[in-house]
Every structure is written in structure tokens, then in C-alpha cells.
């Protein structure tokens, strides 16, 4: 079992930036995959950004290319999202989720408004 819990969020203008947090405990050992994903309102639950743990290999969306970065500090077992340039669409509710043995586990999620 992985446990994710997930920090961060807030309301911030159009420009400015937030960085989240996503603190894992229990079988962390087992966590061989890591991500970002959001869904805002009305709209399907999207991938963000992606972190192979072992590799610190890391992917992006479209969207957030350029803007995003996601990175791990192992020794605090915690994944991050720097959030840069801000834009209104990034409004969501943004989830953590990390894979391990093939099964995903999902943290609750944190609110990023982003308006003027």
C-alpha cells in the first residue's frame, strides 16, 4: 500500500507561480512510477507530468511544456511540481499518483485557481 497526500495549492494570478507537493509513505520502495495529473471542472481527469523514479527521467504535456517541472527528493519521499506562468486553463484540481507493482494509487488532490 502507497500513500500520497498531496500539498500546495491555492488561488494565485495569471503569471505567477505555485509549487506542489506530494508526500509518499508506506511501500515506497515499490513506487516505480510517479505523476502529476488534474481535472478541472467539467472536464476528464488529464495527465501533466511524469517522473520514473529510478531514472529521474521525466515527461510533460503539451500544455505545461516549457512552464512545469516535476522532480523527487527521495531522501524526503516527496514529488514536486513547480508551477511557472500561470495561465486561467491551468485552473484544476491537481492529483498525485504513483505506481507500484502495477498498481496505482491515487492521493486526494489540491485546488490551483488561477485568476485575475
Known amino acids: 500500500q502507497v500513500q500520497l497526500v498531496e500539498s500546495g495549492g491555492g488561488l494565485v494570478q495569471p503569471g505567477e507561480s505555485l509549487r506542489l507537493s506530494c508526500a509518499a509513505s508506506?511501500?515506497?520502495?515499490?513506487?516505480?512510477?510517479m505523476g502529476w495529473y488534474r481535472q478541472a471542472p467539467g472536464k476528464e481527469r488529464e495527465w501533466v507530468a511524469v517522473i520514473i523514479t529510478s531514472t529521474g527521467a521525466t515527461n510533460y504535456a503539451d500544455p505545461v511544456k516549457g512552464r512545469f517541472t516535476i522532480s523527487r527528493d527521495n531522501a524526503k519521499n516527496t514529488m514536486y511540481l513547480q508551477m511557472n506562468s500561470l495561465k486561467p486553463e491551468d485552473t484544476a484540481v491537481y492529483y498525485c499518483?504513483?505506481?507500484?507493482?502495477?498498481?496505482?494509487?491515487w492521493g486526494r488532490g489540491t485546488q490551483v485557481t488561477v485568476s485575475s
Open positions: 508506506g511501500s515506497i520502495f515499490s513506487i516505480n512510477v
Open positions: 499518483r504513483a505506481t507500484a507493482d502495477g498498481y496505482p494509487y
